[in-house]
């Protein structure tokens, strides 16, 4: 089974902190993504990575940036956490195909908090 | 504006009772996923359809799709109590850069 881990479940940061949030998948997948979900709002892509050391920016990329050092590990980064970042943080991972997106595999969440 | 409404926003029914879910889009697609939601966890992949194919069914679950009315429909069939939760729709389309693109959920409650 493909496994998505997300390195924390629960955060609570102050506003203006640097806030780094993990994503590590097993299954050697090419794409690896970054979303928030906020109630009413569905799930907004935030970054995406279809290879190491490439991102391209989602639709709602503003206050973050993201880091693929290595294939499995996709990092988001909060540069200086706001209150409305405060959200539900999701990473997926899938393989390529073609050009069309497959099946994504979702992490548990990471519902982070900034006070 | 989404790519991706699902409608109803919100549907509860009785165990046992079939529960269908609709999706509309806006642009040509090259296919369209469904997702399933617990509450509070990560999203957790149900079926993905082609636009050239009509029907698929995996189990209890049954999603058509008519890309003449841009739209999906998710049917589960004699629900349970465990099928509460929030289902969405997902479409992967050229126009959208070959990007998911969620839409805002419909949250079922399965009463037992």
């Known amino acids: 089974d493909v496994k998505v881990t997300q390195s924390s479940r629960y955060l609570v940061k102050r506003t203006g902190e640097k806030v780094f949030l993990e994503c590590v998948q097993d299954m050697d997948h090419e794409n690896m993504f970054w979303y928030r979900q906020d109630p009413g709002l569905g799930l907004r892509l935030i970054y995406f990575?279809?290879?190491?050391?490439?991102?391209e920016k989602g639709d709602i990329p503003e206050g973050y940036s993201v880091s693929r050092e290595k294939k499995e590990r996709f990092s988001l980064i909060l540069e200086s956490a706001s209150t409305n970042q405060t959200s539900m943080y999701l990473c997926?991972?899938?393989?390529?195909?073609?050009?069309?997106?497959?099946?994504?595999?979702f992490g548990p969440g990471t519902r982070l908090l900034v006070l | 504006s989404q790519q991706g409404e699902e409608d109803p926003q919100a549907l509860s029914i009785q165990e046992g009772e079939n529960a269908t879910m609709n999706c509309s889009y806006k642009t040509s697609i090259n296919n369209l996923q469904w997702y399933r939601q617990n509450s509070g966890r990560g999203l957790v992949h149900l079926i993905l359809i082609r636009s050239n194919e009509r029907e698929k069914h995996s189990g209890r679950l049954r999603v058509t799709l008519d890309t003449s009315k841009k739209s999906s429909s998710l049917l589960i069939t004699a629900s349970r109590a465990a099928d509460t939760a929030s289902y969405f729709c997902?479409?992967?389309?050229?126009?959208?850069?070959?990007?998911?693109?969620f839409g805002a959920g419909t949250i079922l409650r399965v009463k037992s």
């Open positions: 997926a991972s899938s393989f390529p195909r073609g050009q069309a997106q497959e099946t994504q595999y």
């Open positions: 990575s279809y290879d190491v050391k490439m991102k």
């Open positions: 997902a479409t992967d389309a050229a126009e959208y850069g070959n990007k998911l693109v």
